[in-house]
Structure formats: C-alpha cells, structure tokens
C-alpha cells in the first residue's frame, strides 16, 4: 500500500484563527485522518517535520525573522504550499503597522502607551526575542506560494473543498458560494 499523503500546518503573524477553521471541519477530520498522515500540526501537536509533506497551510504573515525561517522551511519541505486566510495572503491585522515607522511603533507600544509598565523605559532588546522586519509581509512575497483561501478566518467548507480537491487531483480554486468576508 502507498504510503498517505501528509499535511503539516504552521501560524506565522497570525491570531489561530484560522486554524480554528481548519478544526472547524469537524467529524471530517475523522474521514480526512483515514486520507492523509497529519505532520507538524497542533492535530497531533508535533512541532517539528516528520518527512515531506503532499500539502503544507500557513496561517499569518511575517513579522519577525523567525517567521521567515519557518516559512522558507515550510516551502522547502511541501509539494503544495497554501496561503490560508487574510493574514498570510495580505497581511491581515499585524499589517496595520505598515504605514508607521518600525520605531514609533515599538515606542508607542513600550514607552508611550498608557497601560504600559516599564521603569527602566527601555525597549525589549534580548537576544532571544525575534528580531522584528520592518515591515508584515504576506508569505507570497517571501516565497512561492501555490494555493490561496482568502477569509478571516476563511470557512471550514472552503478549507475542506480545497484539501480533498488536491487530494484528489482536482483543481483546489475558492469556490465563491464557500468565501465569506465578514
Ligand atoms: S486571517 Fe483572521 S482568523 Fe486568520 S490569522 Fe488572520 S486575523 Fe486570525
């Protein structure tokens, strides 16, 4: 018997919302788990990759360099590699940063903003902490990217139509009747 298709998921600059719509097809995970092994994915709770993967969902966009890494991995390790939800394919919410310098924005959210405690007034500088891009990135300008499912967060039927669509060899295009942008 051939051995099954794999799917790894991953949440760059994203609020897991999208991925909640991935868990939203509900008992068909079930049929989708007799289909496909389930790689790197909060399904299983793996965070690493197992083997190389028939399709790969990445929820958010880039913000930091550790975004980027992940997703250049991402690209390297999946046949198909699809953009879910407005995050990952425009941006999204994180991008709203976009039109303000990197510094203000850090000044704003550290130094100025009301709510903040922060005696030594300094900005989050440990070298463990990401190092911020100057800009949201949507993951198709950071790789190739093959499949997009637009939405916030995109529905669980367009999710769902899509994954037994390249499954199956059919065309994975958005249904439009399945997209919804409230
Ligand atoms: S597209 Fe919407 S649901 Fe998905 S990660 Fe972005 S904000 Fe969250």
């Not at 097809?25 to 049929?31: F, G, Q, T, Y």
């Not at 966009?61 to 997703?71: A, I, K, P, R, Y």
């Not at 999946?78 to 709203?96: E, R, Y």
């Not at 499912?149 to 249904?175: F, N, Y």
Request: net charge negative; proline share 9%; charged share 25%.
């Amino acid at each position: 018997m051939s051995p099954k298709p794999r799917i790894a998921t991953a949440s760059l600059a994203g609020c897991f919302g999208c991925h909640m719509s991935v868990l939203d097809i509900d008992e068909r995970i079930l049929e989708l788990a007799t289909r496909v092994e389930f790689d790197r994915s909060p399904i299983n709770d793996f965070k690493e990759f197992r083997d190389r993967c028939a399709v790969g969902i990445v929820e958010g966009g880039c913000c930091n360099e550790e975004n980027v890494e992940l997703l250049e991995k991402f690209r390297k390790q999946c046949d198909v590699l699809i953009s879910l939800g407005d995050c990952a394919i425009n941006g999204g919410v994180p991008a709203m940063r976009n039109n303000i310098p990197l510094r203000e924005c850090l000044e704003q959210a550290y130094l100025k903003c009301p709510g903040t405690y922060n005696p030594l007034n300094v900005l989050p500088n440990d070298p463990e902490i990401p190092l911020l891009l100057n800009r949201v990135y949507p993951c198709h300008e950071v790789v190739k990217i093959d499949r997009f499912i637009p939405g916030c967060p995109p529905p669980a039927d367009a999710i769902w139509a899509a994954l037994t669509a390249l499954l199956t060899g059919r065309s994975a295009e958005p249904v439009y009747e399945h997209l919804k942008y409230d």
